[in-house]
């Protein structure tokens, strides 16, 4: 559907590979869905760090001359959508500071939300912040204690870290990746096979960190293993080496939205591929909430999974009734005079032959304010068709994320006011139904445990702070 | 798939509209597929032309501020894709001249076959060409009358213009769009109300004209009819009026490459439903060439309709196996080290969960070279398919097209030289097999007198003169 | 002083240089005083015109890789202000044409009065116009008689073009230069040492022809000589060759206000030092207006030489009392509360330190409307100056050109509607003077049967039509 | 003459003027020659900084809409030259942090030669840094003391802060300028009388501080006086203040450079004119080195003052022999074949009018490695002239600054290493003699007690470090 909700970054990071920060923008490029406001690259060189970073898309922000002046075969990269931080570039990640045992870069996925107080904690100890962002504390929290093994400065910056992290660092002679207990973002650990050696030395492989697979695919790497919640893992000129922190925890709190709406179809999150999760989700949607209908026919593109799944467990035949225009721009110019429901039909165009005098099941994956799903209606019923029936592949949006994700305030978030009835009026239905929190856990075949549900049922893993926006 | 053909134009028009401009930006922006190389707008205020143009996508080449400076409520629009005019501006379109009787301009799809003789005897007259365009050729044939009726001076011209034209003109004081003989390109005309009033006079609603009816839906017009192979229709400030060109032709040669790949699937193309078509491609294709397979794949966007349609018509399950990633921007940085099948890749992502251990049919619209198709199935192989059926929803095609499309040269077409066994082979298929011309012409429910298929049965409708490319 | 007079072009060729591109770019580059509204390069190489042209500054238009592309060693520029033409590029030069003989670029300065009514007829007889710019009537001229040789087709052509042209136009095998008969304009011949070899044949130099030598000076080309009023130069590959049109005439029309105003001081224009005339006129102004004061002070850049002058022919002590900020960028930001005559003082800024308590004449080029004249006194007074004596090198400008030079509107000319006592209380000048036409003359060493000075005293050299402004 | 030094930074500030920003973006524009790399200005609103920073020149870097968002009647800015920083914008000021009492921004001209070791001592107890900037040690020094009063901390800051400082500081309630006990480097205090009041409250007028009254002139304000080295002025809600550093000197290191080079000719530095200064070192140089010639010459622009200075006092005329064309542009395509002195001949251009057969005097205002000279003096020979008798408004420079001045690296000086005889006959003049440090002392009004000459006398007036360069 239309981008209505926006994860808030994608890492990546890359060790020993000869063309590191190639790799880094590719690897950025993949997961561009994870962040579009801004990207940055670093890059390690002979004990110095070189980057670049840019407001926009990964493909706008790097020319090659760029990539070609990021020399060394060691980097990290991030993309970033970010509401904080406004208009200036202080806040782009990854973010890089000179300590006493030389330079370091981090770039995070996720959200501090004890990041207010810590902050102000460090600034009576003389600390200054540049910017506004939460992943600052992390470096203060290392140059508190610069004579410290960096590993060992990691695990007590974590006892003062509250909320969901999932970082990738690079020192002058470390890549280190690391989850937060709760493991609520995914931080993945794959292998590239080098074609060239590099440095003269012999090295096979290059070691690479991401958010999400589909980063290893385009890039020709393969998938190991997710980084563990909790875990502290690092790549240096001895190899690799894993340690967990001191504050594991029993349950989990794994995001389940990053398999309903965020990440990548192609991506395997939490060990899981997301297009059979969605897939799933449809046939336990249509089981859960069946409709008598002509044709199944999805809101493109993040609904195509579901609806299939849909129409295989129904029997629906399924239809691209709605055509999704990919030649859209970045910019639109509207018209001033009004056509109705034009925000809509400028990327979703429904077909008057394929809808006409049918009964429809459309099939989306979440609804935010209902605006959008009722001019959908709206088109569907003037190319013609006789029902509409509505079915959501996820339980209704309740509340806001505190972790990392992007959502409108609560007051935006029509199911936290409004019965499935209403609601199903107001977008003007015949008939609306969303998926249930046991059905949606079902197949992420996970329990409440190891998810974290909370914007759909309102249990908050962690206790909530003043909700500082970040990252 | 990726863009493999490229139609060469789109045009706009539209008549007493308060935001002529906006309107035909809007309508551009719809008939984006067709052309992505250059665009033009030319509106008429008092009498006056005005007009923006340039090189790049509609979206980049308009600004609010352009639009605002194109005041008037007729306008005339054109994206283009062309080999020739190079680095020059000279060739974007609409073109505009001063002729005696006042200003005209001209957007054009479609392509003259004897532009260069007429172009040659242009100049012993006296005539100076300003780009390489055939297009140029009408103006010149208008202005050696400049006494004439225009509508006169088209009929005259259009006895020297051997091809296929689809022409939208402004004058001073008229909107023309004239559609040759054989009706090679598609040319519709539509109505849109006006939500206020203009000129102070009741003229209830604009008429338009488009290449495709997307541009109608994106506005908010009505769909009344296509322009007739061989009709000049007019409006002016009496209202509208249609004729015929005294060159009639009792057959047609209707460019069936409009349904198999170039227009989009949500228009209605020689009033035909696009994505109807390419459904019954899918089917057909199914009962000529089955397969036993686990699951049906198409190459993404655009077999996605004829892979419903052969899912459906054979009963075996549609899967959307490999993930088009959308967030592609225009430039891309290259790695300088090799990623197997790196140009495929960035663009579509195989999913190892849905293929591993599976038979597949995959579904593509055509085949140019078979290196594209090569590496597909090579990603799909690697993604742990047990057999590959490739099945293309149209003909071998082996000519090129002298009308308006952008096709490669007759030797970089694989089927003009192999066989589809050593095609299959050569891709690395375990079975391939095309949809028959008879299949395709069912498809679209019409006859070898209807529609030209040049570039699959190698009947030319019109003869051929040296392959002069353009529009 | 501040730009109030704008020349409308400046025109380059050379013939024969294996850096053809670079030096017409150099070219327009020393000539940008001459029009920095937009410029173009078209290059000859192996029969084909390529070209470049562009909005905008010379230094801004072309890259390194757009005068790459440029290949061939035959040449011609031109830099063009112009009001006429609007927002389109259609009238940007060199205007390029396809004749039945071949490719033709041509580039203009100067104004044909008569444009309008050759253009009307050129219609009739079928011919269709790009742009709205004068000097495409000279290619329609040419195409009219495509079998003719092309000097013979100029001649012709002159006899139906009135009014100032310094033609340099470039064929697929000459480099042609051409003056109309009163030469209005100036037009500049040169020769450039090779420093290697062109096309393997023993060229030991190449030819230049510029508007200005300022243009030979920056390449390292010697000046030859002026092309004659009334001659046509060309060089091919047999050599130079010199005719003359038909229509000689016996007096001329040398512009002034080259001497005056345009011209770079550092230019040797109709064989006199523009630098050595300015600093005449001050002399003479001296001796024709003297006055007492403490001070010479010159409004920079363009009042200096005649400022030196006038403080020599006085012995009245030259200060540099108003500096100019030369840091200027191209746009400025201009503060929404009033600052005291502003626009004049972010480009000059009178100096307290060396006016106050003085008595100061201030020498000025020219005075058009008053308004910054009478700014730069107010800053002067507020300065501390005692008397300000205001001196103008030149006579009142009582009318516009209508031979190629920008100027206002006879009713904004204040010399046109106003007494010099009158003047002199509008700007608030202690006393104010002009040079007289004689004084002018004298400085110039010429007579009023060799230079046009109608903006000075109303004497029109040709008779005049329909006021078309161009080139 | 071309950009042969290059001073470093400028600053601006401004409180309770209700056009805060724009102020702040003329005063920059007005210094912009003391920085073109880059540029920033911060706006106070409501207790919270705005800011905007960027590469290039400030008429580039900000638009309208920048200074509309930076909303707010207080303001600092900064224009910047750096060989530090390379292409990172971290480094581009004014620097901003969030302490704990508020956010601050700074501004600096000068540079701290202790910054290496005291960065590595903050280092140790846990600052980590963002940048390369000595500058960013004022912050840290700031914020290990959270809870003192801005004033005291800056105090005690002053005795970790060796070398030249002139800062602009904003903080949440004030406006502080301060300026290092030496004085090297300006700071001047004015008043901008308001045109509509601020606030509502009644404020009258708006102080100001700048590097140079320049930057006064544009925006309307008066001089009030300079703030004096090894004073803290600061204007708060109660009005201004003033302090002086505990660390007072009895001598004083003005920079003499600022007035034979770096500062415009029409700002007071140190009291005193800069274009009258540049006179009398004309003058004294005329006494000191004397001449037998026909006319005097300046090196545009910058050696026009001493020229008139030696012309009056010689009595030889004044001549502009040397046309300086000042519309180059930003960047330049150099021809690839040779032209001889091509890279001076771009800006200058010597009249053969003016100099055949004369005996020259050629005043320029410094020398620093001769190539420059040496073409100048080749091209005023080609131009004709007899003789060319090199005169140079400075003593021979022989070492470099660490004070904030970008100088060569002493072996690039030739005076560093060659006698006055050698580098006349390196440079090819028939003769050549420096000013003296005496003359210079005298026409600056000074004495070797109050000015910093180490560029000319190797008499440093601080120990000196490592030679970290920077601001």
Not at 76 to 81: F, K, Q, S
Not at 96 to 120: D, F, K, S, W
Not at 198 to 212: K, L
Request: glycine share 10%.
């Amino acid at each position: 559907m239309l981008q209505k909700w926006r994860d808030k970054c994608a890492v990546f990071g890359i060790w020993n590979d000869p063309e590191a920060a190639r790799m880094t923008y590719l690897g950025l490029y993949a997961q561009q869905h994870r962040g579009q406001e801004s990207a940055g690259i670093v890059t390690l060189d002979q004990g110095k760090h070189l980057f670049h970073k840019g407001m926009g898309l990964v493909g706008d922000i790097f020319q090659a001359e760029d990539l070609e002046r990021l020399t060394g075969n060691k980097a990290i990269g991030h993309t970033r959508y970010s509401t904080a931080g406004g208009s200036t570039d202080l806040n782009i990640q990854p973010l890089t500071a000179g300590l006493l045992t030389g330079p370091i870069a981090v770039a995070h996925n996720g959200n501090l939300i004890n990041a207010e107080p810590v902050r102000m904690e460090l600034q009576k100890g003389g600390a200054i912040f540049s910017g506004t962002n939460d992943t600052e504390n992390l470096l203060h929290l290392l140059a508190r204690n610069p004579e410290k093994d960096i590993i060992e400065g990691l695990k007590q910056a974590a006892l003062q870290m509250d909320g969901a992290y999932s970082f990738v660092l690079l020192t002058h002679d470390r890549l280190i990746a690391m989850r937060d207990p709760l493991g609520f973002r995914p931080l993945v650990l794959g292998k590239r096979r080098n074609p060239v050696q590099t440095d003269g030395q012999r090295s096979e492989f290059a070691y690479v960190v991401a958010s999400e697979t589909c980063a290893f695919d385009l890039i020709g790497a393969d998938y190991l293993r997710e980084i563990q919640p909790g875990e502290i893992w690092w790549v240096d000129a001895q190899g690799e080496h894993s340690e967990f922190l001191p504050t594991q925890e029993k349950r989990l709190a794994k995001c389940v939205f990053e398999h309903v709406y965020f990440a990548r179809p192609d991506s395997r999150v939490f060990g899981l591929s997301v297009y059979e999760s969605r897939k799933r989700m449809g046939e336990i949607l249509a089981q859960e909430s069946p409709a008598e209908a002509d044709i199944v026919v999805p809101v493109p593109d993040s609904g195509v999974p579901a609806a299939i799944g849909y129409s295989r467990e129904s029997g629906i035949p399924f239809e691209l009734g709605i055509i999704r225009n990919h030649y859209i721009g970045r910019t639109f110019i509207q018209p001033s005079q009004s056509i109705r429901s034009f925000g809509v039909k400028i990327k979703l165009n429904p077909q008057m032959e394929v809808l006409k005098n049918k009964k429809v099941v459309v099939i989306d994956d979440s609804l935010v304010r209902g605006t959008t799903s009722q001019k959908i209606i709206q088109l569907i019923r003037q190319a013609g068709a006789k029902e509409v029936h509505f079915r959501i592949a996820s339980p209704p949006t309740t509340g806001p994320c505190y972790y990392g994700v992007d959502t409108p305030q609560k007051d935006q978030l029509i199911a936290a006011h409004q019965s499935v009835e209403k609601i199903g009026k107001y977008i003007g239905a015949d008939s609306l139904a969303y998926l249930t929190v046991e059905g949606m856990m079902k197949a992420v075949q996970g329990s409440k445990h190891e998810f974290c549900a909370a914007c759909f049922d309102g249990k908050y893993p962690t206790p909530l702070y003043s909700h500082s926006e970040n990252s």
